[in-house]
């Protein structure tokens, strides 16, 4: 069989990323808010919702790994 991640490590990174982008996400949102730039709010808001989308795939991920820290082959 072909070489697998470990699931858990993976996840972990997902999880980061998105934690990074769910916050850019925010900082950009009050920032459009503040300079009264409603386009930029949206662009924040949707970062932001990919960001928890990221973490989510992180997490189940990081559930789903029978064997953490453990390379499947």
């Known amino acids: 069989m072909g070489d697998r991640k470990d699931l858990a490590s993976e ?8 934690t990074a982008k769910k916050a ?7 920032v459009g808010g503040a300079a009264g730039d ?4 949206l ?3 949707a970062q932001e919702i990919k960001g928890k989308a990221q ?5 189940t991920k990081q559930r789903a ?3 953490p820290g453990v390379d499947d082959e």
């Open 55 to 59: 973490q989510g795939i992180g997490r």
């Open 43 to 45: 662009k924040g808001k």
């Open 11 to 18: 996840g972990l990174k997902d999880e980061i990323k998105g």
């Open 65 to 67: 790994d029978p064997n």
């Open 24 to 30: 850019e996400g925010r900082i950009r949102s009050a």
């Open 38 to 41: 409603t386009g930029e709010q």
